[in-house]
């Protein structure tokens, strides 16, 4: 039941919403909590008591941590094991089978425990869900014993259907500080969330879902038959599918946080139009890129620098050794965290070492450089690092990389361009690259300005303008998903 | 140490360090990392630099980029450990 199935669109969310707007206020949270748990036990009835228990001791963990009689020693026990027992369900879940099966060629006795742990589904939104709990319990522990902290509240937070599968990853006091939900506005943001939910299951099913069934296909062409105008389109076409399917993805979450009242913060700002390595990443997924900075990248900064001793090492600051290696790990980290694959580990791998260059000389050497340019040279870069992230396995990977630099020429007659493409598919495509740029945004602006706009007939009369067009877009959507059975959410995965 | 001291110090090491535009009139008010005038990065620097000139020693978790938002903010947090 994500939010793009008929079962959501047309049943719980509606029921929901109704339920919302009748119910008092008073009992709010609870329901909310109710409904939650009863979102995730239709999609993982198996787990929602895993879940459900971790809630409740890091609940207590915090309590303990607090305690006036707690010594230093047993704070540093409590947060080390809160922590491991956080992470340990995403480490057996997601991560057990590929480090033993990794191992295996060592120990060839892991091998039937690592098969064992295959077994093991992963749960809806694991990473989402420990990274947001691992926040919570770091930012308490710091917190003073008297900070707010309510069950029911971290329950809300943890488990509030909008975000579980997915994100964004909001902090605690972000999210706890709008509670009490205010009594005004319900309407206001009613209406705001669900233009959001339209635009983001637009951006979905309308162009990330069109896409996707044509990057499957030249993706699974074997790679020595790729020509370099195909390895392209397949390469760009990835690259716009993955950014609306998530950036869909969360402009439904926010909606959904909307409507219910909560603002669940932003997670993309045109990542496609960055300039830098760095630019991109304070654009793309931008809540995991905070929880990256304020848990990783920062701590790390911090540590490593007080280890140098030096001002300069191999006449290199020791601040940039230090941004060096703390780039590295949190991108590596960065990479692992989107799947227990090595394509996901090198595509890290490949970013953190994207960052060091820049802050080594690249970014000094493009610094007077046309904003243009370096616009299309991050982006290509970005495209590079799709490919390894969209391939199967690291040979693939690297062997996309030869039609894309011209050093496979392929089978033009086998693989004829307009074969993967039809009007609808070249349309979609167009579509996507133009609308990954701000020109809606840059739109709107100037006819905010105008001042014919400003007139409060024009106001009244553009309105049933805008729900139509919002209107049509939800049908297209509707219709798109009654017709086709491709559906998948390359995020939910993660 | 007078306040405006240390608000002065702050101000000219990040007018020195992290700013290209001369004339940009920074204040104590002006938000650093929020607003992208200067990037988290910077603050990992600037600890460094204020732990050796004052010498003092800020925690790594009191080193939050809302701590280092604004010159204002940062005094307030250096006054704690002078």
């Known amino acids: 039941m994500d939010f793009s199935s008929p079962v959501f669109l047309f049943i719980f969310l509606p029921l929901v919403l109704s339920f919302h707007l ?16 009863f979102y995730y036990a239709w999609i993982e009835p198996v787990f929602v008591f895993p879940l459900l228990s971790i809630i409740c001791a890091n609940y207590a963990y915090i309590a303990v941590y607090h305690r006036n009689n707690t010594s230093i020693k047993s704070k540093k026990v409590i947060k080390s094991l809160a922590i491991i027992f956080n992470l340990l369900p995403l480490l057996i879940c997601k991560y057990g089978n590929f480090v033993l099966h990794s191992l295996a060629g060592l120990v060839p006795a892991l091998d039937g425990t690592a098969a064992l742990l295959a077994t093991i589904p992963q749960p809806l939104g694991i990473s989402f869900f420990t990274f947001m709990n691992i926040s919570f319990l770091l930012d308490n522990f710091r ?22 599968a ?42 990330a879902n069109v896409l996707g069934a044509t990057v499957d296909k030249i993706f699974a062409i074997p790679v020595s038959e790729l020509t370099f105008a195909l390895a392209w389109f397949g390469a760009i076409a990835y690259a716009i599918q993955i950014y609306f399917d998530f950036a869909g993805y969360s402009d439904m979450a926010i909606g959904l946080g909307r409507m219910f009242g909560f603002n669940l913060g932003e997670n993309f700002n045109y990542p496609y139009i960055a300039t830098s390595i760095k630019d991109f990443w304070k654009r793309w997924h931008i809540s995991l890129s905070n929880w990256f900075q304020t848990y990783i990248f920062l701590p790390t900064a911090f540590k490593s620098l007080r280890q140098f001793k030096k001002d300069t090492y191999l006449g290199i600051k020791s601040e940039n050794w230090s941004y060096f290696l703390a780039s590295f790990v949190t991108m590596v980290l960065c990479g692992l965290w989107h799947g227990a694959n090595w394509t996901f580990i090198v595509w890290g791998f490949y970013h953190g070492l994207l960052l060091i260059i820049e802050r080594a000389w690249l970014a000094k050497m493009l610094k007077k450089k046309n904003r243009l340019l370096k616009i299309i040279l991050t982006q290509i870069l970005v495209v590079f690092g799709w490919t390894i992230f969209r391939s199967p396995n690291l040979v693939s990977a690297f062997e996309y990389f030869k039609p894309l630099i011209g050093l496979s020429k392929g089978n033009p007659v086998l693989h004829y361009f307009p074969m ?69 959410f390359i995020y939910n995965r993660f | 140490m007078q306040d405006h001291e240390i608000k002065q110090t702050i101000l000219e090491y990040i007018k020195q360090e992290y700013i290209d535009d001369d004339s940009y009139e920074l204040s104590s008010s002006s938000l650093l990392i929020s607003s992208g005038l200067v990037d988290s990065f910077s603050m990992v620097s600037l600890k460094r630099f204020l732990e050796i000139k004052y010498k003092v020693s800020i925690p790594d978790e009191k080193a939050t980029p809302e701590a280092f938002d604004s010159v204002d903010s940062i005094v307030e947090l250096i006054k704690q450990y002078l």
């Open chain 1, 420 to 488: 993967y493409w039809d009007n609808k598919i070249l349309i979609t495509f167009i579509l996507g690259l133009l609308l990954s740029f701000p020109i809606i945004d840059t739109l709107k602006g100037k006819l905010t300005n105008a001042k014919i706009l400003k007139h409060h007939f024009v106001d009244i009369c553009s309105r049933p303008v805008i729900a139509a067009c919002y209107y049509i877009l939800f049908i297209l959507s509707a219709m798109q998903i009654a017709g086709s059975n491709y559906n998948p």
């Open chain 1, 166 to 207: 997915a994100g964004p990853i909001v902090q605690f006091n972000t999210f706890t500080k709008q509670l009490p939900l205010p009594k005004k506005n319900t309407w206001d943001n009613i209406n705001y969330g669900i233009k959001r939910f339209i635009r983001g299951l637009a951006k979905k099913i309308l162009i």
């Open chain 1, 22 to 37: 009748v119910s008092g206020r008073r009992n709010w949270i609870t329901t909310l909590i109710v409904l939650s748990v």
């Open chain 1, 143 to 164: 917190a003073e014993p008297s900070s707010r902290r309510n069950l029911r509240e971290i329950m809300l937070f943890s488990l509030f259907f909008p975000k579980i």
